[in-house]
């Protein structure tokens, strides 16, 4: 099943997650799904779980840590291991960006249309509210939200 496909099942499917860890291991499942060129927007207030999310994601995947936040950095770009790769998932390159402070003119200044969608690259975008007119209408968008101190809602959705 292709993963646009598997995205399909979990549309408008609402998670609860109790914990940074569980927020993580969702991310780990998701990764599973990947099969390289999706672009996932990460939606969500501040602190409500998007980078632990990727985080989990990214262990997923086998990428070597730390994981940290690109809020300063803009973006960061992970390389896959080849030997360690997942099998079905052939990917070179994964960006992470942190769109909270910048345009869409200054993603594509980034390079954004060089990589997005590439089969060989994933791309997650926080706070991809901000550079909208970029993302393809292909795009998976996952929503965060705050329930209260210790549970988060997460929203698997298509705009």
Same mark, same amino acid.
């Given at each position: %099943? #292709? ?6 099942? &979990?549309?408008? %499917? ?21 099969r390289?060129g999706?672009?996932?927007c &990460? *939606?969500?207030? @501040? ?13 997923? @995947?086998?990428?070597?840590? /730390?994981?940290?936040? /690109? ?10 291991? &080849?030997k360690?790769?997942? *099998?079905?998932?052939? @990917? *070179? ?16 200044? &980034? +390079?954004?249309?060089?990589?997005? +969608?590439?089969?060989? #690259? @994933?791309?997650?975008?926080?706070? /991809?509210?901000k550079?909208? *007119?970029l993302? /393809? ?23």
């Amino acid at each position: %099943m #292709c993963f646009f496909g598997f995205f399909a099942t &979990l549309s408008n %499917m609402k998670i609860i997650s109790t914990s940074a860890a569980q927020t993580k291991k969702i991310g780990q499942l998701l990764a599973e799904q990947l099969r390289g060129g999706e672009i996932i927007c &990460l *939606s969500g207030d @501040l602190g409500a779980g998007k980078t632990t999310f990727t985080q989990g994601l990214l262990k997923g @995947l086998k990428i070597k840590g /730390p994981y940290t936040s /690109p809020t300063f950095a803009i973006m960061k770009e992970y390389k896959i291991n &080849l030997k360690f790769q997942i *099998s079905n998932l052939k @990917l *070179s390159s994964v960006y992470h960006i942190d769109a909270y402070r910048i345009s869409s003119k200054d993603l594509r200044a &980034l +390079g954004f249309g060089d990589f997005a +969608g590439q089969k060989n #690259c @994933l791309v997650i975008i926080e706070w /991809p509210e901000k550079v909208k *007119s970029l993302i /393809p209408t292909n795009a998976v968008w996952i929503n965060f939200k705050w329930l209260n101190e210790k549970e988060r809602e997460i929203t698997f959705d298509t705009k």
